[in-house]
């Protein structure tokens, strides 16, 4: 896209793939100060002014963008001084990239770094520390055993034991990580998927008065996974919303083929399935970092922060997405989408 202005940085000249970046046509931005256009308005044209009277040029330069209805995009832009015949400056030729989905990408680069760190060192954690744990888990359960039951000191010992089984939590949950656990694909129908989880966590459920609605839709094809790593990821879900309606609630699960518009190159038909709950919700500032790792809001006995980590983690492996709507006081829902595998003869309408 070309942007061209007058030394008073008036645009004078508004290319086709402009438009198509801004939303909008040239006779509407010519004339127009192309300050309006940075999210940092005027600072930003004159330090880019600056940079071009002090270099004569500028290369790759990133900034922030309005577009269309306000919207924002990355911009990268390089930008030359225009001088006529005599050699007078007449004004600025800026070329400007959108690369706003390159910086999406960038982040989601910078995300999975970061897991795989977690990866290695859960490796190592778990060796190490999970041999000594063992024979503290094991040898507290042996003195229990050997108490007279009405022994004061038994409540110590309960006490040794959580806090030890608390790690093993832990660190199984570390493990998840680990390069050397990689799931083992199989077919699946998601419909039992979710039943098994819901007997699993069912015990829970009935302590929590919490009222259950399933809405899974019958003729589901099936899907390509790892049953255990799927069950993790729906149970950690099911588990979140459980915490979040201590007084009680409504926890619906939902499933619905979805075939979407765009076509990725293997897939473009998704199952869907939706975990709803009428809980305390999340507040907006908290979203983006649900998935970081040990983000959690409770106290250190019941969450490691982990659990929408690995998650995602999983779902990413599948090649499919989760997200989340939430509004506090109102409720929270988690949207997993898992992609179907279909075969040349397979026909979705
Ligand atoms: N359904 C929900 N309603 C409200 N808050 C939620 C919900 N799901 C997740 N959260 C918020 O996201 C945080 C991170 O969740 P995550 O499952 O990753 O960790 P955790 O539940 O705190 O610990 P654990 O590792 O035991 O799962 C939670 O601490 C909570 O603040
Ligand atoms: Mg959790």
Do not use: W
């Not at 270099?55 to 001084?81: A, D, H, P, W």
């Not at 110590?156 to 949950?173: D, G």
């Amino acid at each position: 896209a070309f942007i061209a202005t007058d030394m008073k940085g008036t645009i004078n000249l508004f290319s086709k793939g402009a438009e198509n970046i801004f939303g909008c046509k040239a006779e509407d931005v010519l004339g127009t100060p192309i300050s309006n256009y940075y999210v940092m308005g005027r600072d930003e044209a004159k330090k880019i002014m600056k940079i071009l009277y002090q270099e004569g040029g500028l290369q790759n330069y990133e900034t922030v963008m309005i577009i269309r209805n306000g919207k924002k995009v990355n911009m990268n832009l390089s930008v030359s001084l225009l001088k006529n015949s005599n050699g007078e400056l007449i004004g600025t030729l800026g070329i400007g990239k959108d690369f706003t989905e390159f910086k999406r990408i960038e982040r989601q680069l910078q995300q999975s770094e970061k897991l795989a760190t977690v990866g290695e060192l859960a490796a190592g954690i778990a060796h190490e520390v999970g041999t000594p744990l063992n024979v503290i888990l094991g040898t507290a359960e042996y003195l229990m055993m050997e108490m007279e039951g009405d022994d004061p000191k038994i409540e110590e010992l309960k006490i040794i034991i959580s806090q030890a089984e608390h790690i093993t939590k832990l660190i199984h949950q570390l493990l998840n990580f680990s390069r050397y656990n990689k799931p083992e694909f199989k077919s699946i129908d998601i419909n039992s998927l979710v039943r098994d989880v819901l007997k699993l966590t069912d015990l829970q459920i009935a302590k929590e008065k919490i009222k259950v609605i399933t809405d899974l839709q019958s003729d589901m094809p099936t899907i390509i996974g790892d049953d255990n790593q799927l069950q993790q990821v729906l149970i950690n879900i099911i588990v979140n919303a459980l915490h979040a309606m201590p007084q009680g609630g409504t926890l619906t699960i939902a499933n619905r083929l979805d075939i979407s518009e765009s076509s990725t190159p293997h897939s473009n038909v998704f199952i869907e399935i939706s975990i709803s709950d009428t809980g305390c919700g999340i507040p907006s500032k908290d979203i983006p970092k649900i998935f970081d790792p040990f983000f959690t809001t409770k106290d250190i006995d019941k969450g490691t922060g982990l659990g929408l980590t690995v998650s995602h983690r999983i779902v990413e492996d599948h090649g499919g997405t989760i997200d989340v709507e939430s509004k506090v006081n109102e409720g929270t829902r988690f949207t997993v989408k898992l992609p179907i595998q279909i075969s040349e003869d397979t026909n979705v309408q």
